[in-house]
């Protein structure tokens, strides 16, 4: 079992800038591949970027690429997304995911074993 919990999100303006973390207790962290996730209101959660249990492979939604980042720091027990120049388009409730079975779990949602809470970003236009 693993409880993740998002923090870091808020409202910004277009252009601007978020970092979002999610803290990770239970199993060690390093055994779970990571991913995040958003919901718009009326729209189906959505992939946004994933990554590997050590951190050195990544895949990012057409979307979000050039724009987001993600990286992990297995010593505590942390995974971020770094979302640069966002968009209105861009405003949703994101959800970090973990799976225990793959080293890379990639887009699809039932690959994943554990969601967090969701955080909001809300970026005006």
């Known amino acids: 079992q693993v409880q993740l919990v998002e923090s870091g999100g808020g409202l910004v303006q277009a252009g601007g800038s978020l970092r979002l973390s999610c803290a990770a207790s239970?199993?060690?962290?390093?055994?779970?591949?990571m991913g995040w996730f958003r919901q718009a209101p009326g729209k189906e959660r959505e992939f946004v970027t994933g990554?590997?249990?050590?951190?050195?492979?990544?895949g990012y939604a057409d979307s979000v690429k050039g724009r987001f980042t993600i990286s992990r720091d297995n010593a505590k027990n942390t995974v971020y997304l770094q979302m640069n120049s966002l968009k209105p388009e861009d405003t949703a409730v994101y959800y970090c995911?973990?799976?225990?079975?793959?080293?890379?779990?990639?887009?699809?949602?039932?690959?994943?074993?554990?969601w967090g809470q969701g955080t909001q970003v809300t970026v005006s236009s």
């Open positions: 995911a973990a799976d225990n079975r793959r080293y890379y779990s990639g887009s699809d949602p039932l690959s994943y074993d554990y």
């Open positions: 239970g199993r060690p962290f390093s055994s779970y591949a």
């Open positions: 990554i590997s249990r050590g951190g050195g492979n990544t």
